[in-house]
């Protein structure tokens, strides 16, 4: 008997199991050089598939040196271009003309090639991959109820994440290192698994890196040249709840039911977002409504009526285009976290489903300003009108968004009244926050008694930036800004800068004040009072955090009081770049460039900027 084996039978370790079951016992084995080729391209990208297909090669020959079976490998050497092509079926196409050449059994376990080769008029042994029952596997024993997160290295000691929800604790489980042979034996483990059955399913494959969704498990396996060494990531639910169990009031869970909605679930890393995201699925599910998610990888534990789609064809706009024909009632979103990731999220909003959208956010409000300057700010509530804040694995705040045209707390002119969203908490109904256009730039302020009076209130120290930028914009000096009222400032310049300040005719002064809303008297220094305070109230000193405000153009970082200064950006400690303070306290960055897609990773993954003076 000859047989002629494709890629797909070698990599599953079919072969070799049925010459040692008898079934090829004694069989001529031609092995095409593709096969090697296209096998040893995968290993050298550090795929497990690669991997395992040549320890197949390896007991073939040894099998054949017991005499258990005749190898010979034959065929023309694929280009690079050939294996590169691969998926598009030129290697099947030459091992099925080896066969044809031999007048061999082509062997298969792709359904496809199968079908195929029956066309052509070849004599095809089609091993249907097998769905065998695993019982535990290596990995899975690190694990116990408590456990979130197994994390194992060569030569490293095992650690995991272990503790109840939001009190989970990173610890060493086993004194002595591991081995590398212990590392790989159990990646590959995992991957027969996920190839031989259909427990799981192969998540991402790059070089050097797999991600695979098996059973409840999430597990990342990297490799060399990506990775220092072996390394086996495993994540996995440490409870599945309903949403009975987090005690929402009523009225929080008639708001879901009673339209489609856009809520945010917001919190820290291993806050329990997820946890609640599939409560929230479930819920929706249980009152009748279409329930879809988007994910990658795939790792929410919800029930089979729910379906989970990844990125098509690398792309979660492909996905949510799909779902805009599909109209689910309800889209869960995990994770929103690029800006690509919101825009979906808000042109899916903004075309009729509801959506909910897991965010990294160490306070509520801060899953909010993600938005801004991804979406247009009035048009904000309509993609987001409920934002729900994780901490502890317990629901700790819940915001309510809604648009208003109003004057903003603090301020009193008339003429000042604008769109305000304002962002109320839904228990109290208290308004904690507002947020607004304010000469051009986009106003987050926090609402309280410390804020709704006095000079060093948040409006007040808002109206005394926006002074000081607008003069610094045809100031050539220090400008210093003394707020006299809620609508009168007084500012002092150098002297040889009031005439650039006034204008002709007072043409550059009014502009100011029109644009502001606040009657302005110029005045050098020399006129300024002896105490009155130089330092603009809220400067950013060394190593305190920056604010960064994200526009439809720019990324800024408000840095009052180091203007002209040279200053490191840091994010978490580490460095981003060095850049000089302008004139007007800050340092803007346009959208696109390098650096501001540094800046704006920091912000989404909830890391802390500061600052440090070279």
Partial sequence: MKIVPDTSVVVDGRITQKIEE??????????????????????????????????????????????????????????????????GGEID???????VEHDATFVTSDGVQSEIAKAKGLEVIYLRPEDPEYGELEIEQYFDDKTMSVHLKEDVEPKAKRGDIGAMRFRKIRD??????????????????????????????????????????????????????????????????????????????????????????????????????????????????????????????????????????????????????????????????????????????????????????????????????RVELGMIPQVVDTVVHIEDGAVERVYDLESVVK???????????????????????????????????????????KERGGKEGGA????????????????????????????????YVEENDIPFVIGKDGATINEIENSLGINIEVKSHDERPDDMVTETPGSVAQGEAAEVQVTSRHVIMELDGMEGETVEVYADGEYLFTATVGRQGDIKVSRGSEIAEALEDAVDAGRHVTVEEV
Avoid at 57 to 80: D, M
């Fill in 22 to 87: 008898g079934e090829f016992k004694g069989a001529k084995v031609i092995v095409h050089e593709s096969v090697v080729a296209e096998l040893e391209s995968q290993a050298n990208k550090g795929r497990e598939t690669g991997h395992n297909g040549i320890d197949e090669l390896k007991k073939l020959s040894e099998l054949a040196q017991n005499g258990h079976i005749v190898l010979e490998y034959e065929g023309k050497r694929p280009t690079l271009e050939e294996v590169k092509m691969a998926k």
């Fill in 93 to 99: 196409a030459m091992i099925r003309a080896l066969a």
């Fill in 176 to 373: 002595r290192p591991l081995e590398g042979y212990e590392v790989r034996r159990m990646a590959q483990e995992i991957i027969e698994v996920v190839n031989r059955s259909d427990e799981g399913f192969i998540e991402v494959e790059k070089d050097g890196m797999t991600i695979v969704q098996l059973r409840s498990m999430r597990i990342a396996i990297a490799r060399p040249p990506f990775s220092n060494g072996h390394e086996i990531t495993a994540v996995r639910p440490v409870a599945k709840v309903d949403i009975e169990d987090y005690r929402l009031s009523d009225e929080l869970k008639q708001r879901l039911i009673e339209q489609q909605r856009g809520m945010l679930i917001a919190g820290s890393p291993g806050a329990g977002k997820t946890t609640f995201a599939q409560a929230v699925a479930e819920f929706l599910n249980d009152h009748e409504y279409a329930v879809k998610t988007m994910e990658s990888p795939r790792d929410l534990q919800v029930s089979a009526e729910v379906t989970q789609y990844s990125k098509l064809e690398g792309s979660m706009e492909n996905t949510a285009d799909v779902l805009l024909m599909v109209r689910p009632d309800y889209t869960v979103y995990d994770e929103v976290r690029k800006t690509d990731d919101f825009e979906v999220f808000a042109d899916m909003r903004l075309a009729g489903v509801g959506m909910v959208g897991v965010v990294h956010a160490t306070r509520a409000i801060d899953s909010v300003q993600r938005l801004v300057g």
């Fill in 407 to 449: 004057v903003p707390e603090g301020l009193v002119e008339e003429d000042l009244a604008r769109p305000v969203i304002e962002v109320s908490n839904f228990e109290t109904g208290d308004v904690e926050y507002e947020i607004y256009s304010y000469n051009r730039q986009v106003v987050v302020m926090p609402i309280g008694e």
């Fill in 460 to 491: 007040w120290n808002l109206v005394r930036k926006e002074i000081q930028r607008e003069i610094g914009e045809v100031a050539r000096g220090y400008v210093d800004v003394e707020l006299v009222d809620d609508d009168q400032a007084v500012i």
